[in-house]
């Protein structure tokens, strides 16, 4: 099959959806690649190193006669208008986000795939972009927060004195959290996290930090089949903000990744909460695209606040351009095979495979995800 890599046009956008690696492997699979002019030049992947990879380079990456188009974001009106019916389109469509472009996919008839929706199952993993983004979105919340804070990660004792041992609190302990646990460690912090799902416990205390929740019976079914949050009563979170109001006026850098998928995300640190915090302090929240968990924070704005320093960031994994598109590469690479004819290598997703289930969102003109398809149809 014929496939088109575009160059991402979204503000701040730095990946690309290809590498010189995954063309390398996808020509040897037997399929063309075309890769948009410049496409993976934020990226540290320059024109030169995809074509000695095996791919043609052109202004429009061949778009129009392409079976799959692969991207990092959702497609642009323009390239809608040119890609042809029924070819394939993989990307982080955003599903919950503005309705107009994925109700666009369905009419143009592009059988759309957001990367957001794979499912969860072990056999996914190496196709789990949500994952493999998150994750180093969770590292360089904390270099960012380090960045921020006018005081030291570790602990030093110096000729000229002692410098205390920074104190991080991370709310939301995913793939994200996780990651941010386990570099402010690394850094020499002294690190604490909270979550509302009760197997996080164990991961937060396997990572030498120290857990913080109420721990009640409504936290104890607090996690869905899936493995995501459940959204928490009022009572849940009244009790909890009291817990965490005491713990947040004694910590330096507050990290927020909570999220619930196809929601609001939740608000963690109120305005007295973070006003409770030292001067210096720094609050990273990872949350803001989805509102925000901090109601101060402004998308990729810094806003202070009594000497506190409020950071939203909307594109983590952006700022490591090189390493995300190389492992988002990858993702999207795992996921080819399900994507080609079994004897050939033309493109046919394998319908009755549950990780396309999973993942389609629109097919042959309808929008067909459950949580999207007119109810007569889910
Ligand atoms: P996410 O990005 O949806 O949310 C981040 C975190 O925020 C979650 O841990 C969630 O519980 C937490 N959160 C939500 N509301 C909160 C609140 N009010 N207070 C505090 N924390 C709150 O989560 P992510 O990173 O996508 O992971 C979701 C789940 O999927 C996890 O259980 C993870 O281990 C699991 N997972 C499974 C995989 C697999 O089996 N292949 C791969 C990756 C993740």
Known sequence: MRIAVLKES??????????????????????????????????????????????EISADAGIGDADL????????????????????????????????????????KIDALAMEFIPRISRAQSMDALSSQ????????????????????????????????????????????????????????VVSATDVRPATKEQVASLGAKFVAVEDEEFKQAETAAG???????????????????????????????????????????????????????????????????????????VELGGVKIMGFTNLPARLGADASSLYAKNLLALLPLLTEKDGKGFAPHWDDEIIQGAMLARGGALVHPHFAPKSAA
Request: hydrophobic share 50%.
């Open 228 to 302: 995501y949050a459940k959204p928490m009563s009022a009572e849940y979170q009244a009790k909890q903000a009291a817990l965490v109001t005491e713990h947040i006026a004694k910590q330096d850098i507050v990290i927020t990744t909570a999220l619930i998928p196809g929601r609001a995300a939740p608000v963690l640190v109120t305005e007295a909460q973070a006003k409770s915090m030292r001067p210096g302090s720094v609050i990273v929240d990872l949350a803001v695209a989805q509102g925000g968990n901090c109601p101060l924070s402004k998308p990729d704005e810094l």
């Open 69 to 108: 188009v692969l991207k990092v974001r959702r497609p642009t009106e323009a390239e809608l208008g040119v890609m042809k019916a029924s070819a394939g389109f993989c990307a982080l469509l955003e599903p919950y986000g503005d309705r107009a472009i994925i109700d666009a996919l369905a009419a143009k």
């Open 134 to 189: 998150a994750n180093l979105a969770g590292y360089r919340a904390v270099i960012e927060g380090a960045a921020l804070y006018g005081r030291a990660f570790p602990m030093m004792m110096t000729a000229a004195g002692t410098v205390a041992a920074a104190k991080v609190f991370i709310m939301g302990v995913g793939v994200a959290g996780l990651q941010a646990i386990a570099t402010a460690r690394r850094l020499g912090a």
């Open 10 to 55: 979204a503000p701040g956008e730095t990946r690309v959806a290809a590498t010189p690696e995954t063309v390398k492997k996808i020509v040897g699979l037997g399929h063309s690649v075309t890769v948009q002019t410049g496409a993976g030049v934020a990226a540290s992947a320059p024109d030169a190193q995809f074509k000695a990879a095996g791919a």
